[in-house]
Structures are given as structure tokens and as C-alpha cells.
């Protein structure tokens, strides 16, 4: 990145990136760039590969048929809940995830440029509730070991967004309309995390 040219990012994802439940501009990553801009960065607007009830093996097919032309100055990854929703293993997850996460790798200039996010805790929802929720929960955190090992493995920057989202069992509001995902207050929460992270990443 030159003085003249914007920041190029990349949000690569499921629902919790293309913000399923809230409007395009409430949702994280819209909210990061325009953070990033306000706090004078100059920074184009993303590239989102990410769709509701996406895994990561939908994520990797979506990658290959668009094909973005790196290298990004800032790459983020958060992918596992569908995974995790249909059961599949953390043993089956974490060959999956380290592909997706070398494949962010590729996209970026430096493994610092990469901001890996762990994956929210679904289970406290209303949705989450009713599906064996402790069943869930421990292979969650699970899955959040592997993407938390990986992270540090690779060297990228990693922002754990499980706290703020098991603030729902309390507030209501944290939820969207689908009782499942983020409400608008939640994607700010997690923007909290998200953005100096971001930020350095920049830098």
C-alpha cells in the first residue's frame, strides 16, 4: 500500500461476516472500514466472500470461483459455526480450518496482516437453546482451541469475540430478529475488538 493507494481488505466468512439478521451497514465489517476512515486511514471498500450457513468447505468453493486478486493489506477469518452446527468433529474441523486459514495467508502481505476471529458462541441464543445446546457448547470450544492454536501457529493477529457473545444469556438485545444472530449492538461490541487489532494490522 502507497500513500495514494486505499487499503484493500478482505472478509472472508459465513453469516457472521456478511451479517445475517441486520442491515449490510450495520454489520461489522461495513462498521470497521468506516471506523479505519474516520481514524484517517485511507481504505477501500471490502472485498466479503462470506454467505449465511456457509462451511468451510462452502467458504473454500466460493474462494476458488471468485478468485480475488491479492495481495490485501488486511485479511479476516471467521468460519466454524455451521461446521460446528452440523456436528462435524473438531478432529474433522481443524484440516478443514487450517486450509481456510492458509488460504487467508495467501491473500495477504504478512501473517500480521491477517486477523483470524474466533467463532461466537451460538448456544445462549433462543435458537441455540433448543438444539442440545451442551452438546454445542463443548465441541465449540473445541473448535475455538483449534482456530486459537492456528492462530498463534501462523503468526497472524487473533481477536476472541466469545466473551461479548455469551453476553446475550443477559441481554436480550444482543440478539437479532431470527433469535440466532447478532443484533446491530452486538456487531458493535465485537467492533470494539475488532478494530484497533484491525488498525495495527494497517499500520
Known sequence: MTEDTPARVLAL????TIGTGVD???RWVSKLVDRLREAGESVADPVVIAENGWTTDDLDGAIRERDPDGPFDLVTLLIGANNCFQAESA???????RTMLDRALGF???PDSVVVITVPDYTLTPVGRENEPDEHAERLERYNEIVREAARAEGTRL?????TSKR???DGSLVAGDDLHPAPEQHDLWLERIVPTAAAALD
Not at 466468512?13 to 457472521?16: C, E, L, M, R
Not at 481477536?159 to 466473551?163: A, I, L, S
Request: hydrophobic share 30%.
Open 13 to 16: 466468512g459465513d453469516s457472521y
Open 24 to 26: 449490510p451497514d450495520e
Open 91 to 97: 478432529s474433522e474441523f481443524e484440516p478443514k480450518f
Open 108 to 110: 495477504a502481505e504478512e
Open 159 to 163: 481477536v476472541d469475540v466469545v466473551p
Open 168 to 170: 446475550v444469556a443477559e
